[in-house]
């Protein structure tokens, strides 16, 4: 289902309609620039621009008037956000009808925690772990009258 060279997903959903299992990726970008570093990936383009090896569906997700419908490839949807609300600027076309296997769409989602971790893990032999903050931060502070 998704391409060989393991780039990682965002979030990944999961929707049953009638008896197949659909998948759709959402990759958030948080400014232009990071917008048009993603179409550095070329293998995960191409095969998203074919069909092949992709999730069903494809949105980018990013704050209100970063990213605009005609900047978004013909393969990929748009969803904009702001503090109050999301919006589906630009429907995702379906790319395949090919069924999801499971175990490969676990796979991308484990490495992509695994890589996570392995962040957390290499800070922490870096700089130490974190000090413990006291209860007491934890309390909120009332005002006096």
Known sequence: MFSEKD??????????????????????????????????????????????????????????????????????????????????????PLLTEEEIDMSDAYRKMYNRWWDWRATDYKDILEHGPKPRRRRSTYKKRRKKI
């Open 7 to 92: 780039y990682e997903a965002d979030f990944l959903m999961f929707m049953k309609k009638a008896s197949k299992i659909y998948c759709t990726e959402y990759e958030v970008k948080i400014d232009h620039s990071d917008f048009l570093k993603d179409s550095q990936k070329v293998i995960k383009h191409n095969n998203y621009k074919n069909g092949i090896l992709c999730p069903n569906y494809f949105y980018y997700i990013a704050p209100d008037g970063v990213i605009s419908a005609e900047e978004v490839p013909e393969y990929a949807g748009l969803i904009e956000i702001d503090e109050k609300r999301m919006r589906k600027t630009k429907r995702a």
